[in-house]
C-alpha cells in the first residue's frame, strides 16, 4: 500500500507522540516541521486535558483543533472551546461505581479541574507530573456530576481494568464510550467523545477523506481512529491486539517510532 495522497496526520500523544519520560524528542518535532513542509497538516489527540496538551503547541506549531479527553473537548491553541461533549449528568455516579465495584478509583475531569479521591493514590504524582498541573482533592461526587468530560478509573490490577472496562461496555452499551487509554486507565467519555470521532471531525473540518488521513497511535482507544483513515500505524509498544488493527507497525515510542513512521511511511510518497 503506498501513502501518497496524505493531507493530514492524527496522533496519539502519551506512547505514541511522546517517550514514556513524556519527551517530545528532537526527531519528532523535525518529522513534524517536515510534514508542513509537505503540506500535511498534522494533530493531536488524546485522553490528556487541554493544558495537559499545552506543552506540544509551541514546539510543533499546532495550528490544528486539539482534542483532548479523547475527543470530548476540542480547543483552540489559544485554549478557547470549540466544542464540548459531556458524559450524560443520570450516569456520572453509576459510571462510578462500577469502577469501585472492580477496585478502581475514580478520577473526575470537570471543566479545567481534575479531581481525586486521593493525592497520594496510584498514578496521581506521575499524573500530575506528566499534564504539569496538581489536581483538587473531591470526597464525593457531590457537586461533580454536570459538565462531566471525563470519568477515569485507576488501578494496578490490570486485569481489573480490563474486566471493568467490559462491564460498561455490558450495563451502558452505547450511551459511553469506554476504552482503555493505559493498561491501568480505563476512560469513560460521551458516546461520541473517542478518536474516531475525532478523525471524522477532522475529515469534515478539512475537507478531507478519510483516504487522505493516516493516523498513528498504541492503545484500544487509538484502535477507534485507525477505522477513519486509510493509513493506520501502530507503535511498536503497542499490543498485538492493536498491530493487528493497524495497516503498518513502526518501532516503539522509546526508540523514535513516531519520526519512523512519518520518514517511513508518510513523508516519502509526499
Same mark, same amino acid.
Given at each position: 500500500m503506498k501513502s501518497s495522497g496524505i493531507r493530514l496526520v492524527l496522533a496519539d500523544v502519551d506512547g505514541t507522540l511522546v517517550t514514556n519520560d513524556k519527551v517530545l524528542t528532537d526527531r519528532a518535532v523535525a518529522a513534524v516541521r517536515k510534514l508542513g513542509e509537505a503540506g500535511i497538516l498534522f494533530a493531536v489527540t488524546s485522553g490528556r486535558p487541554p493544558k495537559g496538551m499545552s506543552m506540544l503547541i509551541q514546539p510543533l506549531d499546532l495550528t490544528t483543533p486539539i482534542a483532548a479527553f479523547n475527543g470530548g473537548l476540542l480547543v483552540n491553541r489559544d485554549m478557547s472551546v470549540i466544542e464540548q461533549r459531556v458524559l450524560p449528568e443520570d450516569l456520572v455516579r453509576p459510571v462510578s461505581e462500577l469502577f469501585g465495584s472492580f477496585g478502581l478509583d475514580t478520577w473526575v475531569y470537570q471543566g479545567a479541574d481534575w479531581y481525586v479521591p486521593d493525592p497520594k493514590g496510584s498514578h496521581v504524582a506521575r499524573e500530575s507530573a506528566t499534564v504539569e498541573f496538581e489536581p483538587k482533592v473531591m470526597t464525593s461526587l457531590d457537586g461533580l456530576t454536570t459538565d462531566i468530560a471525563k470519568l477515569v478509573g485507576v488501578s494496578d490490577d490490570l486485569d481489573a481494568v480490563a474486566r471493568a472496562s467490559a462491564a460498561a461496555h455490558d450495563k451502558f452499551g452505547d450511551h459511553v464510550t469506554a476504552s482503555r487509554s493505559q493498561p491501568y486507565y480505563l476512560d $469513560?467519555?460521551?458516546? =461520541?467523545?473517542?478518536?474516531?470521532? $475525532?478523525?471524522?471531525?477532522?475529515?469534515?473540518?478539512?475537507?478531507?477523506?478519510?483516504?487522505?488521513?493516516?493516523?498513528?497511535? =498504541?492503545?484500544?482507544? =487509538? $484502535?477507534?481512529?485507525?477505522?477513519?483513515?486509510?493509513?493506520?500505524?501502530?507503535?511498536?509498544n503497542a499490543s498485538p491486539e492493536v498491530q493487528r488493527a493497524a495497516r503498518r507497525v513502526t518501532t516503539s515510542n522509546s526508540d523514535e517510532g513516531f519520526a519512523n513512521a512519518m520518514e517511513r511511511f508518510v513523508l516519502p510518497a509526499a
Amino acid at each position: 500500500m503506498k501513502s501518497s495522497g496524505i493531507r493530514l496526520v492524527l496522533a496519539d500523544v502519551d506512547g505514541t507522540l511522546v517517550t514514556n519520560d513524556k519527551v517530545l524528542t528532537d526527531r519528532a518535532v523535525a518529522a513534524v516541521r517536515k510534514l508542513g513542509e509537505a503540506g500535511i497538516l498534522f494533530a493531536v489527540t488524546s485522553g490528556r486535558p487541554p493544558k495537559g496538551m499545552s506543552m506540544l503547541i509551541q514546539p510543533l506549531d499546532l495550528t490544528t483543533p486539539i482534542a483532548a479527553f479523547n475527543g470530548g473537548l476540542l480547543v483552540n491553541r489559544d485554549m478557547s472551546v470549540i466544542e464540548q461533549r459531556v458524559l450524560p449528568e443520570d450516569l456520572v455516579r453509576p459510571v462510578s461505581e462500577l469502577f469501585g465495584s472492580f477496585g478502581l478509583d475514580t478520577w473526575v475531569y470537570q471543566g479545567a479541574d481534575w479531581y481525586v479521591p486521593d493525592p497520594k493514590g496510584s498514578h496521581v504524582a506521575r499524573e500530575s507530573a506528566t499534564v504539569e498541573f496538581e489536581p483538587k482533592v473531591m470526597t464525593s461526587l457531590d457537586g461533580l456530576t454536570t459538565d462531566i468530560a471525563k470519568l477515569v478509573g485507576v488501578s494496578d490490577d490490570l486485569d481489573a481494568v480490563a474486566r471493568a472496562s467490559a462491564a460498561a461496555h455490558d450495563k451502558f452499551g452505547d450511551h459511553v464510550t469506554a476504552s482503555r487509554s493505559q493498561p491501568y486507565y480505563l476512560d $469513560v467519555t460521551h458516546p =461520541d467523545a473517542n478518536k474516531g470521532a $475525532v478523525a471524522k471531525y477532522l475529515s469534515q473540518r478539512y475537507s478531507i477523506p478519510p483516504e487522505a488521513i493516516a493516523t498513528i497511535g =498504541d492503545m484500544p482507544n =487509538d $484502535v477507534l481512529m485507525f477505522a477513519h483513515s486509510r493509513l493506520s500505524i501502530a507503535m511498536g509498544n503497542a499490543s498485538p491486539e492493536v498491530q493487528r488493527a493497524a495497516r503498518r507497525v513502526t518501532t516503539s515510542n522509546s526508540d523514535e517510532g513516531f519520526a519512523n513512521a512519518m520518514e517511513r511511511f508518510v513523508l516519502p510518497a509526499a
